[in-house]
């Protein structure tokens, strides 16, 4: 089955740096677009960013743009985001997803605190 496990989340300082990481099985990774998403307390679920296969091609929602960039080990089957020059609003919980077909895969998330 499709399992997609997220990592790599903490409490990080405005400014600072994570690097998200989500190892997933179950389903042809390498020739599968996969995507981030994020969710804030009170807000609707929102698309980060998405890669394409080969990682050739990657894009972003405006407000992480040039700060977030996503990248893909089709050999390890992860996909990770690098998140850089974090801000008090990059704060949610980030999901791993993947659509096969009509449905669409989720992770559990992990959790990004932005506190000084």
């Known amino acids: 089955q499709v399992q997609l496990v997220e990592s790599g989340g903490g409490l990080v300082q405005p400014g600072g740096s994570l690097r998200l990481s989500c190892v997933a099985s179950g389903f042809a990774f390498s020739t599968s677009i996969m995507n981030w998403y994020r969710q804030a307390p009170g807000k609707e679920r929102e698309l980060v960013g998405s890669?394409?296969?080969?990682?050739?091609?990657?894009n972003y929602l405006d407000s992480v743009k040039g700060r977030f960039a996503i990248s893909r080990d089709n050999a390890k089957n992860t996909v990770y985001l690098s998140m850089n020059n974090i801000e008090p609003d990059d704060a949610a919980v980030y999901y791993c997803?993947?659509?096969?077909?009509?449905?669409?895969?989720w992770g559990r998330g992990t959790q990004v605190t932005v506190s000084s």
């Open positions: 890669i394409t296969p080969s990682g050739g091609t990657s």
């Open positions: 997803n993947v659509r096969i077909v009509i449905r669409r895969y």
